[in-house]
């Protein structure tokens, strides 16, 4: 499913208008008929619905909601911030179809009006956030702030239009103020602030609805949302007569002392996520508190340069184990010094398989990360923010303010893969292809959970997966294990581990069409 900028989508409408012939008209009457749909199926007959309309195509989406809402039952309240007359095209036609049919209007203009609002709101069952739309770009102020502050305020359940009001619909920036919403149903396609914090928190239950965009408009957009059928589709089959040697081999390089259990976790992660073969190169001193530690790994000892720092001279080593195996992953838990940095380099040059970095290895590498383009390979790599802003030299909360940005440009700059760990993970290709993934919650993070990402990816890459879909997949279904695990606190990486088993059952149950409504589907849940 694509991920439409503010720009994308303007650009589609405008085409589907020129270009297709779908009158604009078609497009806000269809746009509202799906918000009335949703509404019908979460609220009932009879209850007070409070309408906040801008004077923009957000707004004229809500004056047609509110006009067919009415004719449902629903006793609406429409309260236009706005100029009586201020409407134009296609807005300016349902404003004055309300009039004409002697639609109660009111109109906001000044302060002195919202004493009466606030009584209706009081009342109230439903607010639908129609004011701004994606078109905002620049501080909310004045009344819209004032509208905008007076929705958080009550208690009333929100329905944002198209995006929450007063965020960046790029970005996910609150720009001076934004609804906090319960839902959002938006149109054609999700925007990306639905997944950029903090635009993501204050989006609540994102509902993506279907209003006649042509999908070949959308085709050659380069964002996309990471979905269940996306992940079912590139998951490899495992035919009958399958066995250990031919569903993937992997070899993982990890490990020092006090870090043993992020090189098992690793390995065990692929393991469950379908290698046949796991190989655990580790430092020969740690091996027996390794081998104590899992039963269904094999443990491969690497010479020293000192107790617990695998020497450079183990990389020959290494190469020639990795041409028996189908993918390796370097760095979960591996000591970081100069030796360490001189390994990684040598692995990234001449790996003859797909290459995974993580962890250690990305902090042995440093900022000298364009040793990347000269691997055989394209590599995966797995930052999170804070690793990400040491590769870069980028403060992390800046990381965190553009995190599509910094993902498509490095990925591109380092020829390599890179899966920016977070709330809703991105994951950038070279050729500027990204995935933005929807599943995870809070019970990733937490110690450990990043291992098991790496060996997730580095799994299916051995079971034959291209590199971006293998990056995806493990994105979603890493997250996806994460969501299935209890809420609150008392969780461990381990919990996140045993439900990999769960989360495979259930990608073929979580497609998320809502109240089997073909034109209404659910990308985002909270």
Not at 346 to 356: F, Y
Not at 381 to 395: A, C, D, K, N, Q
Not at 481 to 493: E, F, I, Y
Request: aromatic content about 4%; overall charge negative; some cysteine.
């Amino acid at each position: 499913m694509k991920v439409l900028s503010r720009d994308s989508m303007r650009t589609a409408d405008r085409k589907t208008i020129e270009e297709y012939g779908l009158p604009g008209s078609v497009l806000m009457e269809t746009a509202g008929m799906r918000i009335a749909e949703f509404v019908n199926s979460v609220m009932s007959d009879n209850n007070r619905i409070v309408i906040l309309a801008g004077y923009g195509n957000n707004g004229g989406d809500g004056l047609v909601a509110a006009r067919l809402l009415e004719k449902a039952g629903f006793r609406v309240s429409l309260w236009c911030a706005a100029k009586p007359g201020s409407y134009k095209a296609e807005a300016a036609n349902q404003e004055q179809y309300l009039k004409k049919s002697g639609f109660a209007m009111n109109y906001l203009t000044e302060k002195k009006g919202l004493e009466p609002l606030m009584e209706e709101i009081n009342n109230a069952d439903l607010i639908i956030d129609a004011l701004l739309g994606i078109g905002a770009d620049r501080e909310v102020t004045g009344l819209t702030a004032d509208l905008i502050n007076i929705i958080n305020g009550s208690k009333v359940p929100v329905l944002a239009v198209d995006i929450p009001s007063g965020l960046d619909a790029d970005s996910g920036a609150i720009l001076g103020t934004a609804v906090k919403a319960d839902w959002t149903i938006t149109f054609a396609a999700p925007k990306p602030c639905m997944f950029m914090h903090p635009g993501a928190a204050l989006s609540g239950k994102v509902f993506v609805a279907d209003i006649h965009i042509p999908d070949s408009l959308l085709k050659e957009e380069k964002v996309e949302l990471v979905t269940p059928a996306f992940v079912r589709e590139v998951m490899p089959v495992r035919p009958p007569d399958a066995h250990k040697g031919s569903v993937g081999s992997t070899l993982i390089v990890a490990g020092s002392p006090g870090m043993t259990g992020a090189a098992v976790m690793t390995a065990e992660s692929a393991l469950k996520c379908g290698s046949g073969l796991v190989y655990l190169a580790v430092p020969e001193s740690i091996c027996p508190e390794v081998e104590a530690k899992t039963m269904e790994v094999i443990i491969v000892p690497l010479p020293e340069q000192q107790k617990g720092i695998i020497s450079l001279e183990a990389a020959d080593e290494i190469l020639l184990k990795a041409k028996e195996c189908d993918a390796l992953a370097v760095g979960p838990g591996l000591d970081t010094g100069e030796v360490t940095s001189e390994l990684i380099n040598k692995l990234i040059q001449l790996s003859p398989v797909p290459l995974v970095l993580d962890a250690g290895a990305l902090a042995a590498l440093g900022q000298k990360m364009n040793i990347l383009r000269s691997a055989r390979h394209t590599p995966v790599i797995t930052p999170h923010p804070g690793e990400m802003s040491r590769l870069t030299g980028v403060p992390a909360g800046q990381i965190q303010s553009s995190r599509l940005d910094v993902a498509i440009k490095n990925a591109r700059l380092w020829e390599c893969i890179i899966i920016l760990k977070g709330s809703n993970t991105v994951i950038a290709t070279p050729g500027g292809q990204v995935g933005i993934n929807p599943t995870g919650n809070q019970a990733l993070a937490t110690a450990g959970a990043g291992d098991l990402l790496t060996g997730m990816v580095t799994s299916f890459i051995a079971q034959g997966m291209a590199y971006s879909d293998a990056s995806r997949a493990a994105a979603f279904m890493h997250g996806l294990a994460g969501d299935l695990v209890p809420d609150g606190r008392g969780h461990m990486a381990r919990d996140i581990l045993d439900c990999y088993k769960e989360a495979f059952h259930y990608l073929d149950d979580c497609d998320t069409n809502y109240e089997g409504n073909p034109y209404i589907k659910m990308v985002r849940p909270v």
